[in-house]
């Protein structure tokens, strides 16, 4: 490829939108450009690293047995309401009509077409496991599209599902997608993190996910660890065993009583307040589930893990109330208080769920739905007897103690681009998607869904691989292998050896692009960088000694050969890793 031919526009500076390093740099090094929120063009730059990806996808998927097929980006409604996700899913679906007034949505993922299509083709159990696989745009309505490739509305998307007939031949499939996950990441040059995480919108009861380990914002996750055992969790699903804390107030209050606390609307002040810890005050949150509230209690040191809580309210959407919603609750209940004095007493009706901090409180204090006020000493079974449901909502927190070793557990953020599910029964029982077994009687598939983020995947290889010049891609999905840069394209000696050794490397199938722009060598290099070839070959003056600058991004390395040296030493550090 001449540089001077390729559809490629740099910036001088990042755009204005870019929050974080990979979108920064993708667009000012002319890899993407953006359509409207969350929508970009690949540019031709952009989508030799997608195929690459996609190729090294592809590959291990076949190599582990799956079949690719092509399912349609559009997808009816009907089946949407047969899997019960039509009302489920949220605004993330988009929804369209088309001209004869037929509800239809984009996919942003196809678990309900890959079950009709199941249903259809595999009626015996002499047909199964089988296992499918798409690489596809998807499209998901996002509330904040940013992030540039991270988080699009539009994106490339593998994903996989199988069919099997029974739960251990699921645990097989699922140990065999987590194999080929970490050859795919590992060939794309990637290091990854496979942790436990919560289903979300794709259901299912077991699930991991493949993080990438960031320290830059653009970690959306995070994700709990523990260095003595193999235990990482997402903390949308991570537990964690506490370390012994003060949880009996009998020091502090030899009664129950309700005192006057005024304007202690934090835990911070009623603490400093009563000149207790914070682990003696049962805090009272809440919470919109579903459009119905719901009131997290838990100790007062620690906080609520949403998606927990949601999960064991059973809901499939949840918020914290606002102000105007807890003065409405209040009033319900007949009560006048203001956020920092609600609690559980006299809330009958209202879903209560403990956290399990909770059961250990003794003598301890708690809002009692009256400003300014809070009743001390208190105790569950005297003074809140109607609160039953204790379950596991807390997030944790690192120095916690790993569920698994007992050691302290520790945090790092992570982007997400691979997540596998065991999906069971969930798509397959209400959508009648049966076989037949050997005895002719009827059974829904026990499935699984593989996904994996191409678009994502390049992003984060840029956040994990780049320096304050640009991108460093690993060889694997690199657009071009090489950039060979004359100094100055007016001295014949010079094109002549940058053209032959451009030929020479074309010929041995090396990919490598030529800088014959008539621009300064200042402007090529830094281009260079940003694009972030992995090897530049510059052909200067020195040319006149016989010799050019040979140049590794990642590392820096530096070194001046002869043509032809330079030349098999980019093939054999290209061609034979
Ligand atoms: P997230 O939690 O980041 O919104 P998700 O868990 O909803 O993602 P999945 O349904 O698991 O996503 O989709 C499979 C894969 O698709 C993800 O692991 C991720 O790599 C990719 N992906 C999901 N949403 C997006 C998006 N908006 N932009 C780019 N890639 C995405
Ligand atoms: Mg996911």
């Not at 493949?210 to 709990?224: K, L, S, W, Y």
């Not at 999960?311 to 807890?326: F, H, M, P, Q, W």
């Not at 001295?491 to 199938?509: F, H, R, T």
């Not at 030529?514 to 281009?527: M, N, P, S, Y």
Request: glycine letters at 8%; a negative charge; aromatic letters at 8%.
């Amino acid at each position: 490829m001449k540089m001077s031919k390729m559809f490629v526009q740099t910036l001088r500076e990042f755009p204005s939108d870019a929050e974080v390093i990979s979108h920064k740099m993708l667009a000012r090094a002319g890899y993407i450009k953006k359509l409207t929120s969350g929508v970009y063009n690949y540019m031709p730059l952009m989508w030799r690293v997608l195929k690459k990806i996609e190729t090294i996808v592809r590959e291990e998927m076949d190599k582990a047995g799956a079949q690719e097929l092509l399912m349609p980006f559009v997808q009816p409604k009907e089946l949407w309401e047969e899997s019960g996700r039509w009302d489920a899913y949220g605004k993330e679906l988009m929804r369209l009509k088309d001209r004869h007034d037929r509800v239809m949505c984009l996919g942003p993922t196809h678990e309900e077409i890959i079950t009709a299509l199941g249903r259809d083709v595999l009626k015996s159990y002499k047909q199964l496991p089988v296992n499918l696989y798409q690489i596809q745009s998807k499209f998901r309505d996002e509330v904040r599209p940013r992030y540039g490739l991270l988080r699009g509305r539009e994106f490339i998307m593998k994903d996989a599902y199988s069919f099997d007939t029974s739960q251990e031949g699921l645990d097989k499939e699922y140990k065999n997608m987590a194999q080929a996950y970490k050859k795919i990441f590992d060939r794309c040059g990637l290091a990854t993190k496979m942790v436990q995480s919560d289903s979300g919108a794709i259901g299912g009861s077991v699930s991991h996910e493949f993080m990438v380990i960031t320290d830059t914002d653009a970690g959306e996750n995070d994700v709990f660890y523990c260095d003595d055992c193999d235990y990482a969790a997402n903390s949308n699903h991570a537990v964690s065993n506490l370390l012994p804390a003060e949880v009996n107030g009998e020091k502090y209050f030899s009664k129950t009583e309700i005192l006057d606390t005024p304007n202690t609307h934090s835990i911070d002040e009623l603490a400093g307040f009563l000149n207790i810890p914070p682990t003696l005050i049962l805090k009272t949150l809440v919470y919109v589930v579903d459009k119905k509230p719901v009131l997290a209690l838990i100790r007062g040191d620690r906080t609520v893990e949403e998606t927990k809580l949601m999960n064991a309210v059973g809901g499939l959407d949840i918020r914290i109330a606002t102000s105007a919603e807890i003065a409405e609750l209040m009033a319900e209940k007949g009560f006048e208080a203001v956020p920092g004095f609600i609690g559980p007493q006299g809330m009958d009706g209202v879903r209560i769920i403990a956290d399990e901090t909770v059961r250990d409180m003794k003598n301890f204090v708690v809002g009692i739905n009256q400003t300014d006020k809070h009743l001390v000493g208190a105790n569950l079974e005297k003074d809140i007897p109607h609160i039953e449901e204790f379950k596991d909502i807390r997030l944790v927190e690192a120095g916690d103690l790993c569920p698994q070793c007992g050691k302290p557990l520790k945090v790092t953020q992570g982007i997400e681009v691979g997540n596998i599910f065991q999906l069971g029964t969930k798509y397959s029982a209400p959508m009648k998607a049966v076989y037949l077994d050997e005895n002719g009687k009827t059974h829904p598939y026990i499935m699984g869904c593989y996904g994996i983020g191409i678009s994502r995947t390049a992003a984060a290889a840029v956040e994990a691989h780049n320096d304050e010049h640009g991108i460093k891609w690993p060889i694997a999905i690199a657009p071009y292998h090489v950039v060979i840069v004359p100094v100055n394209i007016k001295d014949e000696l010079q094109m002549k050896v940058a053209n032959d050794m451009y030929e020479k490397l074309l010929q041995a199938g090396v990919e490598v692009v030529l800088d014959d722009r008539d621009e300064r060598a200042g402007v090529k290099f830094k281009d260079a960088d940003l694009i972030g070839f992995p090897f530049r070959v510059t052909v200067g003056k020195t040319i006149n000694d016989g010799l050019v600058e040979y140049k590794v991004r990642e590392s820096g390395e530096m070194t001046t050969l002869k043509p032809d040296e330079a030349v098999d030493e980019l093939i054999s550090r290209i061609l034979n890793k």
